[in-house]
């Protein structure tokens, strides 16, 4: 059976994702928008940023999300983000699409992610990633752009929002353009941890 398309993100409570500045990205409003998800056990393992760390229901979640998915779809600027932050074993261990203009071979890493350069657009790039994913999931990593694109396509089936407890004020906005008469949002699950609120959305069309 076919897998899912779904995404999972962090968002401010006035609903950004990021800075609007690659720069910016590793600054004070990131760290506090991925304040939850640093100390979790699991996502120190996968980006080798040290042993230990919390075992709760956050990390759970976090280890949830990555064994569901099978490959993940992503956008260059994420990509542009990552490929220099990235250990040399890469957080993914799956093949990862990346959405671009740009034609370049497939880069691989060490520990199972080999990152695939699809510049025919985001239908093509899907239909590899499930094609790779098998019977697990296709995750659209990011970021905002990306996202929108598969959403107003109608091809995501259910998305997570981890609803971080801090204000941007600016940046990039995750339902910026959305197509909002096309989809509807059946609500799937609501979780509040001590760090944040996990909300689960399926997605239908109108
Ligand atoms: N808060 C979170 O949980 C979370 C999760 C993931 C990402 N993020 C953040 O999101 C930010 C990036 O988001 P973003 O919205 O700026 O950009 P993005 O979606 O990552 O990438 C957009 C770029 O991807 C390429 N692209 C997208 N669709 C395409 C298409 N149909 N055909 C060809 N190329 C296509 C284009 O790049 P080219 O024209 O250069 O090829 C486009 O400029 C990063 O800062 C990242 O850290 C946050």
């Known amino acids: 059976m076919a897998g899912k398309v779904f995404f999972s993100v962090s968002m401010s409570l006035d609903g950004f994702i990021a800075p609007e500045s690659l720069e910016d990205l590793m600054g004070k409003q990131w760290m506090e928008l991925q304040q939850w998800l640093f100390p979790q056990r699991f996502f120190r393992e996968n980006l080798a ?4 760390g919390e075992e709760g229901r956050d990390n759970d979640i976090v280890r949830e999300t990555f064994e569901r998915t099978g490959a993940s779809v992503m956008g260059k600027r994420m990509f542009d983000a990552g490929e220099h932050a990235w250990p040399e074993d890469a957080p993914f261990h799956t093949p990862v699409f990346v959405v671009t203009h740009e034609r370049r071979d497939p880069w691989e890493r ?26 697990r999931d296709v995750r659209i990593a990011g970021g905002g752009a990306t996202i929108l694109e598969y959403l107003n396509a109608g091809l995501v089936d259910e998305f997570s929002i981890a609803l971080s407890p801090v204000l941007f004020g600016s940046g990039i906005r995750l339902f910026e353009g959305v197509d909002a008469g096309r989809l509807a949002l059946v609500p ?19």
């Open 49 to 52: 940023l040290g042993a230990g």
């Open 188 to 206: 799937v699950c609501a979780e509040p941890s001590p760090r944040v609120t996990h909300l689960s959305y399926a997605v239908r069309q109108r």
């Open 110 to 135: 060490s520990g199972g992610t080999t990152f695939h350069f699809v510049d025919a657009g985001i239908e093509p790039a899907l239909a590899q990633a499930r094609e790779a994913a098998g019977d």
